[in-house]
């Protein structure tokens, strides 16, 4: 009996550290990603598609900036996912939750490129979320 539970621990921490590596590698790419879209934005405002009638209206070098620094951040979280800390967890779920608020604001601009985004971050906040550790 306790080898089958000392087994079964043993399945579930490596599962547990295959999910926040998951979740790492995705916040590192997405991360990536974002950081080149904040860059395309900062550099030339004619890369974004132009939306007149947009609600949610932007300056889109205020807004390059935006995508630039929260790419950075992610970056910076998903280095503390690969060495387990438990504060990159957390963080990494709420900067995974403001990537989606800020994809989803700029859907009309880029809409493919947000609507990818937002499922990558979608699979990290699931993965972090999942894990018991």
Known sequence: MATTAHHRSRRS?????GLVTF?????????ILDLFRGIMAIADDDVYL???????????????????ILGVVALG???????????ARVVGV???ALLIVANFLSIPYYPVWSLVLIALYA???WALCVVRE
């Open 23 to 31: 979740a790492a590698v995705l916040l590192f790419v997405a991360g």
């Open 94 to 96: 709420a900067i995974a």
């Open 50 to 68: 132009s939306t007149p009638n947009y609600i949610f209206q932007f300056d889109l070098t205020g807004w390059g900036w935006i995508q630039l």
């Open 77 to 87: 979280v998903s280095a503390g996912l690969f060495s387990r800390a438990l504060w």
């Open 13 to 17: 921490e490596a599962t547990a550290g």
């Open 123 to 125: 699979f990290v906040i």
